[in-house]
């Protein structure tokens, strides 16, 4: 038995949801329970796992829940199954590879999902953040990587994209922001606060603006 094993989810008709994570360096969501697909992480699944640093999800996934990795503050790669060169080996060989050398390739690499929570990221280690080219449309909730150690996030395929409040403020390294597809709406207070940010591509509306 692994980390994995202990994960506990909620079955409902027609899809699982993860609504109890544990504190392990290395975590893999699995596709799908009892044949239902896994497209939801309950919120505050995860909140404030310290040793937790590798996340591995499903494309099924759809929905990351309000605060689900909150102060997950060493949590520094989320990357979808199926992306790893070393997919192919048995999961205690990939465990040792990550810890061995994973940890060294911080680039994440999330699936089409519609919505992530407030504060879902926030005060985590992620650095460079890129949304599947499938996630076309997209709602950040306020705070959701407040306070993150972001430098750069792109999403290569979104056409339209809402940031609530503070989604993005604090994050003092991040200097580019990709999204030049997308209508993107903001709010006044979205990137407050992030020094180095040089680069925003994108469409930006301030809907409260007079």
């Not at 605060?67 to 465990?95: H, I, S």
Request: glycine residues 8%; hydrophobic residues 40%.
């Amino acid at each position: 038995m692994n980390g994995t094993d202990l994960l506990q989810f909620k079955l409902l008709k027609d899809r699982a949801v993860l609504h109890r994570g544990i504190d392990d360096y290395v975590i893999y969501i699995p596709e799908q329970i009892c044949g239902l697909p896994v497209t939801e992480i309950g919120n505050a699944s995860f909140e404030s796992c310290k040793n937790l640093r590798y996340l591995e999800v499903p494309p099924s996934l759809k929905i990351i829940g309000d605060g689900a990795f909150r102060n997950c503050e060493n949590l520094r790669t989320v990357r979808m199954t199926g992306l790893l060169r070393e997919q192919n080996l048995p999961n205690t060989d990939k465990a040792h590879w990550l810890m061995a050398e994973g940890y060294q390739y911080p680039v994440s690499y999330l699936p089409p999902v519609d919505y992530i929570g407030k504060e879902a990221f926030r005060n985590t280690a992620l650095e460079v953040l890129n949304f599947s080219p499938a996630a076309a449309k997209v709602s950040i909730g306020a705070s959701a990587f407040r306070e993150s150690k972001l430098k750069e996030v792109r999403f290569p395929g979104c056409r339209t994209l809402r940031i609530g409040h503070s989604g993005f403020a604090g994050c003092a390294d991040l200097e580019i922001f990709w999204a030049s597809h997308a209508k993107i709406t903001v709010e006044d207070d979205s990137f407050a606060d992030c020094g180095k940010l040089t680069y925003l591509f994108g469409r930006v509306e301030y809907p409260n603006s007079p």
